[in-house]
């Protein structure tokens, strides 16, 4: 089994910045692709930046600029430095992973508990 245990949200004025962690354990044999993803009250899910097993980024339009996604490999772990936030990134920040268990060949996607990023104008 796969935990993600996410840290780092936080309450800052605009403009401020956050880095979000997301530590992924168990018996993991790689991690392929990992996202965030927020969700704010009232409104849907959404993808903000993912990172996979090459370190190729992508990252919706709003937050291009302002947030970098990264990962380090030896510790499971990936990031988000969230820069020049804005009341808008207001919302639970999910990490997502799509790991492959040791003696298993199959791929699932695992979530963490999520984490409230609060930015106050």
């Known amino acids: 089994q796969v935990q993600l245990v996410e840290s780092g949200g936080g309450s800052v004025h605009a403009g401020g910045s956050l880095r979000l962690s997301c530590v992924a354990s168990?018996?993991?044999?790689?991690?392929?692709?990992m996202s965030w993803y927020r969700q704010a009250p009232g409104k849907q899910r959404e993808l903000v930046a993912s990172i996979n097993n090459s370190g190729m980024t992508t990252y919706v339009d709003s937050v291009k600029g302002r947030f970098t996604i990264s990962r380090d490999n030896a510790k499971n772990t990936m990031y988000l430095q969230m820069d020049s936030l804005k009341p808008e990134d207001t919302a639970i920040y999910y990490c997502?992973?799509?790991?492959?268990?040791?003696?298993?060949?199959?791929?699932?996607?695992?979530w963490g508990q999520g984490t409230q990023v609060t930015v106050s104008s």
């Open positions: 997502n992973a799509d790991v492959v268990l040791l003696n298993e060949h199959r791929r699932d996607d695992y």
């Open positions: 168990g018996s993991i044999s790689r991690i392929n692709a």
